[in-house]
């Protein structure tokens, strides 16, 4: 836990990589957003919408899914999560909403991004249409021709996509030409970034957003290991260290209780494992 408080600093770097390299008119735009995000990320009002939308609009939890044929065929036991489950069939609504609501929270009334595949500017025009907000996708050329498919649904969904034709007509255009469209709108909208890159605090906000997948699934996990620790009492060491190592997130979990909470304490003291 101690490399998600200390990672990044405050400017933005996760060690020597990082920060925040901007024309200098775009600069107070993502001061702005980074004061936005680190006050409505603790806010109680904003967690709480966040949760409402993913649980009754996503469709979240997603499972965790016991591949038995993928198993048997490589002799390992092969789990997968099943973001495709997702609304729009993708991680990529994980970050996507929340950035539109940060967005609205922000007084925001348009969403800008980049694509590549499309997932993400399907997930963001999704996104949009739940908020009410305009969307424009910049899309390569070359991509908006592999990936019809994605390009109508962005478009049914409200989408302005704009075909990137300079360059290598792909995703690195599609970045450069979505900056250059936000440089205009800076005060309607946001550059909502689909991936852990760009300026900070970007990759900052997507790793915290997609940080769901990996918490649901140690929330599936910690079930399936207590209750084998409470019948079986055959928890190894390994996995009491990490559940241990884990405890100021999990004991957030409203289903995790004192008894659950008590257990987990007293596998660690059997093992002899410190606090982390």
Known sequence: MSYLKQQPTQDGYFGDFGGAFLPPELVPHFEQINRAYMTLGRSADFLNEL?????????????????????????????????????????????CMAEALLAK??????????????????????????????????????DIAKEAPNVTRMKLLGAQVVPVGFGGRSLKEAVDSAFQSY????????????SVVGPHPFPLMVRNFQSIVAVLKLANNIWKWLANYRTKWRLVSAEVQMLWACL??????????????SL??????SANIPPP
């Not at 987990?264 to 003291?269: Q, Y």
């Open 264 to 269: 987990l304490v007293k596998a660690r003291n």
């Open 183 to 194: 440089l205009g709108q800076t005060d309607k909208a946001i550059f909502a970034i689909g």
């Open 51 to 95: 949760k409402y939308i993913r649980k009754h609009y996503q469709g979240r939890p997603t499972p965790v899914y016991y591949a038995h044929n993928l198993s048997k065929e490589v002799g390992a036991h092969i789990y997968l999560k099943r973001e495709d489950l997702n609304h729009s069939g993708a991680h990529k609504l994980n970050h």
């Open 248 to 261: 100021p997130v999990l004991s957030t979990m409203p289903r995790l209780d004192s008894t659950a909470l």
């Open 105 to 142: 929270h922000m007084g925001k009334t348009k969403l800008i991004a980049e694509t590549g595949a499309g997932q993400h500017g399907v997930a963001l025009a999704t996104a949009a249409a739940y908020f009410g907000m305009e969307c424009e996708i910049h899309m390569g050329e070359i």
